[in-house]
């Protein structure tokens, strides 16, 4: 065979993946996946329970200048809502304390809890978690203001 011959054989072979090597490499690619979404779901329980904490401190520091202006934290009568509205009797209120002029919600979509005065503070605020119920564990766990971050 001369030269010319064997590109022409080549030139004309399709080049390509067989059946075989693609589902190798589909085998290859579930086995990632197996291993890499449960620990990605993980870490997306963990990142909502410090984006509870992160917004406990922020409602928290509100709370704080609403104190410095009223010269109390709101009750819990008023509740959050004392923070982004004026409240009756109190003149020197200087609000709204927070930035987008409403009460967020926690990261899996309930409102906070609070309470003023509160059983560990001048305040309680919390979060019951993913559940929505008391106690719990990983992401159902409570994110409490007078508990740190874990």
Do not use: C
Not at 40 to 54: D, E, S
């Amino acid at each position: 065979m001369g030269k010319s011959h064997k590109k022409k054989i080549l030139l004309n072979r399709r080049d390509g993946f067989t059946l075989i090597e693609l589902m190798v490499v589909m085998i290859i690619l579930g086995l990632l996946a197996a291993l890499v979404v449960p620990r990605m779901f993980g870490k997306l329980g963990t990142a909502k329970t410090n984006a509870a904490y992160a917004q406990i401190e922020l409602l928290g520091t509100a709370l704080d200048s609403f104190r410095l202006d009223v010269g109390r934290y709101p009750t819990s009568g008023e509740g959050l809502e004392a923070l982004i509205s004026p409240v009756s009797g109190s003149d020197d209120w200087s609000g709204p304390y927070l930035k987008k002029n409403e009460i967020p919600l926690d990261p899996w979509k309930h409102a906070y809890h609070y309470s003023s005065p509160g059983e560990h503070g001048d305040y309680d605020l919390y979060s019951l978690g993913a559940d929505n119920a008391q106690g719990g564990e990983k992401e159902d766990r409570d994110v409490k203001s007078w508990e740190g971050l874990k």
